[in-house]
């Protein structure tokens, strides 16, 4: 795992690849980085000197991870480090219990509201859920808790609409899952 | 930093600037870095079948969903109708990939050219007896109440499937059901409290949710019934014998019905697998001319 810089002069070790794949930030959230989400899972460095980067799908069908692996080989390039792989890890599957805090700060204060606690994983059937979804989430506008759900999905796959009834504007909010 | 070129540049760059096929579901290979070693004492080519039955029951249904873009009742159910139909794409997606890693391909891969992923080779160039889907997920959508009707039944069967398929012994099967759990009981309880405002709402959306209802159930018939295949994969601790699944779907299907205020019909008689071996009526094979019909006739098309 000793960094091999393969003659590039900017390139380093495995923590300085982190560091610039942590920096890449999501193609359809763009204030948050691929690091924070949760999806960014790990970066080494092989004995051949390649840059492995392993990243996790949110939802199956997220459109985005190919635009993703991309930036990602990019970003590596651009600081020095030469053959870069980026595979996808399927399991554990993406939960939202992985956004860091500074994740959803920086959700909040780009005006997407962050998700609660996520429902907690059991191994047997999945309860059915007829009420009323019971997120809440405040809004990231005004901070008012006074805020209702218009439907539960939204632009992209993560996200449901929800609207604030104190200033009356409409919000997005990461689903919790 | 990351987005100083375009996206389209960037996974132009990506690909070695060769041209993208102009009709594939995505930029990367969707296993890229999965370990897909086929586990002890199983049969390839009967995983590589497994996974088209579950991948074209998904792939079926999305293409049946998205039918609907531009016709929802509201804008907000439009967009939750894509955001199903992406899910299950997503499903397909792997699925197909899946098969396709244990060279499952059919006579797809003689009709496709080589740059044409597995998976969409296997989405795109099978002819509709090739497809593994049951009768559930291809029939026509009707109105809004049985196309929400056939996605409350469909998304509860394939939870119950996909919650047991999370101890496979193939760990690709086993990550895509740990996956797939949470989306899918979205889409149930999503479908189950549109069926309750339908069902327990006026006089008109309450007929047509009770003529949802009798038209879906009908199409319970082979749902439940394993193929001889199915029956091996499941002693071998690969795959879900659905006939395990039937008490749990029809305690939920029940719980809803009556919630909704809606007369549960009989449950039909078992019958033997049709859509599974292949056998389709005539709506499959016109559903994929609209999936299929652009790609097959511009098979090398690029972008």
Redesign the interface.
């Given at each position: 795992m000793t960094q091999t810089a393969q003659g590039h002069e900017h390139a380093g070790g495995p923590s300085e690849a982190w560091e610039v794949a942590a920096r890449v930030t999501d193609p359809e959230l763009p204030m948050v980085t691929l690091a924070d989400l949760g999806v960014l899972r790990a970066v080494r460095i092989d004995a051949d000197g390649t840059v492995v980067v392993e990243i996790t799908p949110t939802y199956t069908g997220c459109p985005a991870m190919g635009v993703m692996r991309a930036d990602l080989v990019h970003a590596l390039h651009r600081a020095g480090f030469g053959d870069v792989e980026v595979r996808t890890v399927l399991s554990p599957a993406w939960s939202t219990d992985w956004i860091s805090d500074e994740g959803r700060r920086t959700l909040a204060a780009g005006g997407i509201a962050p998700p609660g606690k996520a429902p907690v994983r059991t191994d047997g059937p999945i309860p059915l859920q007829l009420g009323p979804t019971r997120r809440t989430a405040s809004c990231p506008l005004c901070g008012s808790a006074d805020t209702e759900e218009l439907s539960e999905f939204g632009a992209t796959a993560c996200k449901a609409l929800r609207r604030c009834l104190s200033c009356r504007e409409p919000f997005e909010h990461v689903k919790e899952i | 930093?990351?987005?100083e070129?375009t996206?389209y540049e960037?996974?132009d760059?990506?690909h070695g600037g060769e041209g993208h096929w102009a009709f594939g579901t995505?930029?990367?290979e969707?296993?890229?870095?999965?370990d897909t070693t086929v586990p002890d004492g199983v049969d390839p080519a009967e995983l590589g079948e497994y996974c088209l039955m579950l991948g074209d029951d998904a792939l079926v249904l999305a293409q049946r969903l998205t039918e609907w873009i531009t016709a929802s009742p509201e804008l907000?159910?439009e967009?939750?109708v894509?955001?199903?139909a992406?899910?299950?794409?997503?499903?397909a997606?792997?699925l197909l990939a899946r098969a396709g890693s244990v060279g499952v391909l059919g006579r797809s891969r003689e009709l496709a050219t080589g740059s044409i992923p597995d998976e969409d080779a296997l989405a795109y160039f099978r002819d509709a007896d090739e497809f593994r889907n049951t009768a559930l997920v291809a029939a026509p959508n009707g109105d809004f109440a049985q196309t929400i009707v056939r996605l409350l039944v469909a998304a509860t069967v394939r939870?119950?499937v996909f919650?047991r398929l999370?101890e496979s012994r193939d760990?690709?099967l086993?990550?895509?059901a740990?996956?797939?759990?949470?989306?899918l009981?979205?889409h149930?309880?999503?479908a189950?409290?549109w069926l309750?405002r339908l069902g327990d709402g006026t006089a008109e959306s309450h007929r047509r949710a009770q003529d949802g209802v009798d038209a879906v159930w009908p199409l319970l018939a082979d749902v439940f019934s394993a193929t001889d295949l199915e029956r091996r994969l499941t002693a071998a601790g690969v795959a879900v014998d659905p006939s395990s699944t039937r008490e749990?779907v029809r305690s939920?299907l029940t719980?809803?019905l009556e919630?909704a205020t809606l007369r549960l019909p009989e449950w039909p008689a078992e019958a033997p697998p049709r859509g599974r071996l292949g056998e389709h009526g005539p709506e499959v094979a016109e559903l994929l001319g609209a999936l299929q019909g652009l790609a097959r006739q511009h098979p090398a098309a690029t972008w």
């Open positions: - | 930093m990351a987005h070129e996206v960037a996974l760059h990506a995505g930029f990367d969707p296993l890229a870095g999965v907000e159910e967009v939750a894509a955001n199903v992406l899910d299950l794409l997503g499903q997606r792997l939870l119950a919650a999370r760990p690709v086993a990550a895509i740990a996956k797939g759990v949470h989306e009981a979205y149930r309880d999503h189950a409290r309750l749990e939920v719980e809803v919630r």
